[in-house]
């Protein structure tokens, strides 16, 4: 690597050491890291799989001699940090192409990860017995031949008893995770991570009650170097903000319509001819993690709290008490409140979604700590209104704290590296107070 190249890997948007592999039909393998004109890579809590797509600039015959049908193996490789990272994809399909000047052509290249590829040859009829957690590894290790890592520790709360005919193995984990929860009674998820390269299980709660690992703020470049050179690109300048907006916040009505903060459950036991009404309380039954954003002020109409409006929603709980007596419970006969637990968490964990557009950050430089999706992080949001001094730093309360982390897009153009990141919460921000302060 050569000394400016060394240079701009350690800059806020630089990277070092970019490769991009095609390895053809026939085995023969051919270097196109200079012909990559964009790269995107998206990795997310809600997919177990990393996937992309990439431009290619085609000036030597690259769609015809390789030749590019979508059945490619590509590894991506870069250095950030002193630390290399590579990555295998298939080429799913090649889109997009179009004759520029000169007969310069360009393409696109949607890009499988080898769990999606292997997920979409695999069809298996098979039971399994176990904790939640564990029927989840070993499909993965069965069907999709990778191992997946638990977060802290992170298990299933209840034992199953599940047969799953002839399913994707991705849909299979897909059933369990959509109805059973983790053993602190929120959601589990399973994803894949870029920083390090390994599939994790993870529950919503552990996620939300990890350290924050750096802090993300808008700031302005400045050019602090005695001698004037540019210190726009250092490394205390990593993690800059270009934009950001707030896609989503506080939808009452929609929580409340869907009985994800109180409801019914109705248990039926035709064995027994018998049934009877639980009553839902979120705040009791699934409180947030982050402060509650719903004021304790306000009531409808009728001077009802959210928490106490049951007869939004009727969940219907069947149960037959002469059976499963001797065998681990099925999916369908869980703790009673537990369904309606986890889907209240499904449709409040992301009460709050901010988007950030920023430089990358690989590790953080406070501790090393991979920046990936899972981690939480310090967001700082300034009040909108007019900056009438060089000291404006008022920030707005509710809107900032700590976030976690649900997706990043890694996006490299000529070069340079930044990122789209989606942060979430299922609340308002540790400071925030529904007291209003005395005008200044």
Do not use: C
């Not at 990439?54 to 870069?78: F, H, K, T, Y």
């Amino acid at each position: 690597m050569s000394a400016d190249t060394e240079l701009f890997s350690n800059s806020p948007s630089g990277i070092g050491d970019f490769k991009i592999l095609i390895t053809a039909h026939d085995g023969e393998e051919f270097d196109i890291s200079d012909n990559v004109t964009e790269l995107s890579l998206f990795e997310s809590i809600y997919r177990p799989y990393i996937h992309g797509n990439m431009v290619v600039v085609d000036n030597s015959m690259i769609l015809a001699d390789v030749p590019m049908v979508g059945q490619e193996r590509i590894s991506i490789q870069w250095k950030r940090d002193d630390q290399l990272t590579t990555k295998v994809f298939f080429a799913n399909r090649v889109t997009n192409v179009s004759k520029q000047n000169d007969g310069v052509g360009v393409f696109e290249i949607s890009l499988n990860s080898v769990v999606q590829t292997r997920n979409a040859v695999s069809l298996f009829s098979q039971s399994y017995e176990g904790v939640s957690d564990e029927i989840i590894k070993l499909v993965f290790e069965d069907h999709l031949g990778t191992s997946v890592v638990s977060m802290d520790g992170t298990v299933g709360k209840t034992e199953h008893s599940i047969v799953f005919p002839y399913m994707k193995p991705l849909q299979a984990i897909d059933m369990i995770i959509k109805n059973v929860l983790a053993d602190d009674n929120t959601p589990m998820f399973v994803y894949e991570t870029f920083y390090p390269n390994e599939i994790r299980l993870d529950s919503f709660g552990r996620m939300a009650e990890r350290e924050s690992i750096t802090r993300i703020s808008g700031k302005t470049p400045v050019n602090d170097d005695p001698e004037g050179q540019a210190s726009r690109k250092s490394l205390k300048e990593r993690g800059n903000v270009y934009d950001e907006s707030i896609s989503r916040a506080y939808d009452l009505f929609d929580n409340l319509n869907k009985g994800s903060l109180a409801s019914n459950i109705i248990i039926t036991d035709p064995s027994t001819r018998q049934y009877e009404v639980v009553e839902f309380n979120y705040k009791n039954d699934a409180p947030p993690f982050f402060q509650n954003w719903i004021s304790p002020d306000f009531v409808d109409g009728e001077g009802l709290r959210p928490e106490e409006q049951f007869n939004t929603h009727n969940t219907y709980l069947p149960r037959n008490e002469l059976a499963f007596n001797e065998e681990p419970p099925n999916l369908n006969t869980i703790d009673d409140k537990d369904r309606t637990t986890l889907n209240s968490y499904i449709r409040r964990h992301a009460t709050t979604v901010v988007k950030v557009y920023m430089d990358s950050i690989a590790f953080t430089l406070e501790n090393n700590e991979p920046f990936t999706v899972g981690q939480t992080v310090d967001y700082d949001l300034l009040k909108s209104m007019p900056r009438l001094s060089g000291s404006y730093k008022e920030m707005d309360k509710f809107n900032s704290g700590k976030y976690i982390i649900s997706a990043i897009r890694h996006y490299i153009k000529n070069y340079e590296y930044n990122m789209s990141v989606e942060l979430i919460r299922d609340g308002i921000g540790e400071e925030a107070s529904f007291v209003r302060e005395e005008p200044r």
